[in-house]
């Protein structure tokens, strides 16, 4: 199936230090791009949505200043953490949906990343 | 508004028995469902979904799901498990619009004991 890679997928921080996490997808287009949010045994929550080209639609509740998105090609899109905070700590997982490529329903199917584990000190 | 719910937190078998993980959903239209597993610490993989046609779906490592227009359901099926299918599975709907995110249900556990 579809592959999508994340870097990195482990990170250690300090406090009050900015993290960029990338979501790339390596063998098909993804016009949009899905960034979630999961906590220990729980379900994945939607942070925002990121568009090619435009600016990303977040959900209610996720602060766009701190949270920042760019999406700025169809293959790659990143999140980047400000001012990191211990409560920022969380697996975040983005994924993708396909505009063409070499699978039939990539445009239906959101593919997962592997996901990113963030603990903020 | 709009949801997806998976009744049991975990669903415990015996290797070789069949298996079913739940779920109904609350979406108006005719939504795109979807089953997604994940391993720990790994990011959810695709295991089958449903979109049109037949209600009974086929997917990777022998799952199967059956739609249920009228009751709204989207329930996981093995035939056999395995010990290896334990994993964490979560349904997700896609409403039927352009550029709307997935809606997850918050998950089951599957412990497939040997």
């Known amino acids: 199936g579809a592959v999508v890679s994340q870097h990195p997928s482990r990170v250690i921080c300090k406090s009050g230090t900015s993290v960029k996490i990338e979501c790339r997808s390596l063998d098909f287009q993804a016009t949009t791009m899905f960034w979630y949010r999961q906590f220990p045994k729980q379900s994945l929550m939607l942070m925002a949505t990121s568009n090619e080209g435009s600016k990303a639609t977040y959900e209610q509740g996720v602060e766009k200043d701190k949270f920042l998105i760019n999406h700025a090609s169809l293959t790659l899109s990143t999140l980047t953490v400000t001012s990191a905070h211990p409560e920022d700590s969380s697996f975040y997982i983005c994924?993708?949906?396909?505009?063409?490529?070499?699978?039939?329903?990539?445009?239906?199917?959101?593919?997962f990343g592997p996901g990113t584990r963030l603990t903020v000190l | 508004a709009q949801s997806v719910a998976q009744p049991e937190d975990q669903v415990n078998v015996a290797e070789g028995n069949p298996l079913t993980v739940k779920c109904t959903y609350s979406?108006?239209?005719?939504?795109?469902l979807f089953w997604y597993v994940q391993y720990p610490n790994r990011g959810l993989q695709f295991l089958l979904k449903?979109?049109?046609?037949?209600?009974l779906v086929k997917g990777s490592y022998g799952f199967e799901a059956e739609f249920n227009k009228s009751q709204t359901s989207f329930h996981l099926k093995k035939p056999s498990a395995l010990v290896s299918d334990s994993a964490l599975y979560f349904c997700?709907?896609?409403?039927?619009?352009?550029?709307?995110?997935?809606?997850f249900g918050k998950g089951t556990t599957l412990s497939v004991s040997s």
């Open positions: 997700a709907v896609r409403p039927n619009q352009a550029g709307t995110a997935l809606i």
């Open positions: 449903y979109i049109t046609g037949d209600n």
């Open positions: 994924s993708a949906r396909g505009l063409a490529g070499r699978f039939l329903y990539s445009t239906d199917t959101q593919y």
């Open positions: 979406v108006s239209g005719n939504p795109y």
